[in-house]
């Protein structure tokens, strides 16, 4: 019986009391391994708890760690909108996932030849994507059964003389349970060693799967331009892509975006992706953005005030003669009101923009929305554009606009220089050739 073993010594078992799982449990007790078992309660059915205390009596047997957990699958199904199935999975993985790494293990689930061929086939009745069709595996997840076949795992346990819990939804009208009891056997019968054929195309889709995301990994670190929060890339360039490596960078730019979210390969200008992904022209760009951090507000005092969210410092101070520049503003201290903000722009924001002359009276009717896109300001962008505001009032978009009614002139009494130094990468973009001062 051939098994698929990691290098490390430390196993989590994931044993449901089932037949493959009990048998995986005893075949590793054998081997020259630390193990543990841990069990979830998926509280599917009354008689679960008793699938609980089955497990942790052969644990306890063997003297192994035992881990319960109990999650409420039903309720879970219902918040995340999917199937029983599906719920059960991510509750088990999730599970698992923590638990290996609480315990610095490897955690091992029982699939089997037949379970990975039952995949294939209802992945490709389901037209999905090559990806799905070989089990997951990875550095704390490990399927030790794999090339094993469920008959004769069975079979070791009635030589062995152990028994096992069945769960009934292996009877059930469920898809798995349709292909596992109707479909795989109507093609053993075409093909005896249907099985392992099934297993070899997992494996070719494995293999072909790794260089197509090599691939991409490659052309993705060549080609992408950072943007916060996100990343921009060339739509020409993704164009000319054939379409099976596009779909691979298209899926590795969400992995880098937004870890965790699973992206399909359509995508349409302003369209919302997975993960809160937002795809949208930019010129010649494609930018995938993700959701920015909330950037705070900060309260400014006279001197050097330091804003590592959003990678800059704001020098405030006192100054004879007027300067200019994208990143300098000198204002009137007499009109300036009290408090002193450092803020990201907020829905309704207005101001009066500087137009070649200083208007005390203008009012603030031109909405910054308006002004940002006028300047040319990006849009994955503009979420992280500094707001100056004092007393209430917008004074200046950082680097972009100034407003005209609280700039200072030759003739002001008190200047006060406001001057931006950023520090790394700051998350607002470049610098801008737009006036912000006269």
Known sequence: MKLLL???????????????????LSLLSEADLELEVAHLDHRLRPES???????QAEAERLELPFHLARVKVRKLARRKHTSLESAGRLARYRFLRRLARRRQAVAATAHTADDQA?????????????????????DWLVRPLLKVRREELRRLLT????????????????PRSRVRHTVLPAMEALNPFAVEALGRVAERARRDERWLRWLARGQLSRWAEPRPGGLALPEAWLRGLAEPLRTRVYRAVLRQVAPGARLRASHHRGRALPGGVVSYREGEMLVFQGRLPPLPEVLLHPGRNEVPEWSLVLEIDPVAELETGPEVICLDLDRLGQPWLLRPRRRGDAMAPYRGRVEPSATASTRVKEILQKAGVPRSQREAVPVLEC??????????RADRRFLATPTSQRILRFRLLRQGTAAW???????SSP
């Open 6 to 24: 990691p290098r490390t010594r430390r196993l989590i078992l994931a044993v449901s009391g089932g037949a493959d799982s009990m048998a995986m």
């Open 49 to 55: 708890s008793e699938d609980a205390a089955f497990v």
């Open 118 to 138: 039952e995949t294939v086939l209802m992945r490709l009745a389901e037209g999905g994507s090559p990806t799905g069709i070989w089990p997951r595996v990875g």
């Open 159 to 174: 030589e062995r003389g152990l028994s096992w819990r069945e769960d009934p939804t292996n009877l059930s009208d469920l």
């Open 391 to 400: 007393g209430g009032e917008i004074v200046w978009l950082a680097g972009v």
């Open 429 to 435: 973009g470049g610098r801008l050739d737009t006036a």
